[in-house]
């Protein structure tokens, strides 16, 4: 068993839980010795101060999107339990919370986010919620539903080896750039992702950049042409694929889903 799987089942077990949802998120952590505080903080959405047995975690006040304040405690939570006897101070942004999926990214925050993804969407039960449902962003909304995290958070679980159930592609976008990409396992196709570059034109994530705004409701899913995000062989036919775009203006921040028609 993985390091982060068996820290995220120790704590289940010392609270006598099976589910994350069993107990409120903040009563798991106080039940570890750990003040939880809200305060504005310049250029931190939060942040852990730890000793050895015990700690204060202070989320950024001014975040008021519950599944991204239970991602953030997970996420330190994950630093108290993996590595209090590594350092005793972590500082957290968009940065060491969502983008993990670049290459060198610092492994021990790559841990913590792990941690975080394994504690509020156990890897069971999550492949429980996957299974025998046909792919889509209804998809999405039901396990990040059911498992109270962001759809960026539960479509990064779904990336995951043995996690999802469907060959799926994923590409991040920040400022109209392309930053990291992510698939499963099982996809098949060579994508023109170059990072650095803006998203090629013909996707829905060019076009949200453009536009300010992403599709919703009836139009989530647009549908678009494999070529506009994979190259084609030599003689292939172009077919339909759809892309999905969750577009956080905020962080001028998008992900687009991508998966075969
Ligand atoms: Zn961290």
């Known amino acids: 068993m993985s390091k982060v799987i068996s820290a995220v089942k120790k704590v289940y077990s010392d609270c006598g839980i099976s589910n994350p949802l069993q107990l409120p998120l903040e009563v798991i952590i106080e ?3 750990i003040i939880i505080k809200e305060e504005r903080i310049d250029g931190a959405d939060g942040r852990i101060l730890m000793t050895k047995n015990s700690g204060v975690i202070t989320l950024n006040a001014s975040i008021d999107f519950p599944p991204r304040k239970r991602f953030i405690l997970a996420h330190e939570l994950g630093h108290f339990e993996l590595h209090r006897l590594i350092q005793p101070v972590f500082s957290d942004n968009d940065e060491t919370l969502n983008h993990s999926q670049q290459p060198n990214f610092n492994p021990v925050e790559a841990e913590a986010n792990d941690f975080a993804a394994e504690f509020l969407m156990p890897t069971d039960l999550f492949h429980a919620e996957c299974k ?4 889509d962003h209804n998809v999405i909304e039901h396990l990040a539903n059911t498992f109270q995290v962001s759809k960026t958070a539960a479509i990064l679980k779904f990336l995951k080896k043995d996690n999802g159930n469907h060959p799926v592609f994923v590409v991040c976008c920040q400022d109209n750039k392309m930053k990291w990409f992510k698939k499963t396992e099982d996809w098949l196709y060579f994508s023109r992702f170059q ?6 034109s013909g996707t829905v994530a060019n076009e949200v950049f453009k536009k300010g705004f992403s599709y919703y409701a009836s139009e989530a899913i647009q549908p678009i042409w494999k070529s506009d995000w994979f190259e084609l062989k030599e003689r292939e036919i172009d077919k339909e694929f759809f892309e999905y775009c969750l577009f956080v203006p905020s962080f001028n921040y998008l992900l687009s889903v991508i998966w075969e028609k």
Not at 132 to 135: A, P, S, Y
Not at 195 to 200: M, T
């Open 31 to 33: 039940s570890k010795n």
């Open 132 to 135: 025998g449902k046909k792919f």
């Open 195 to 200: 990072k650095g570059l803006p998203p090629p």
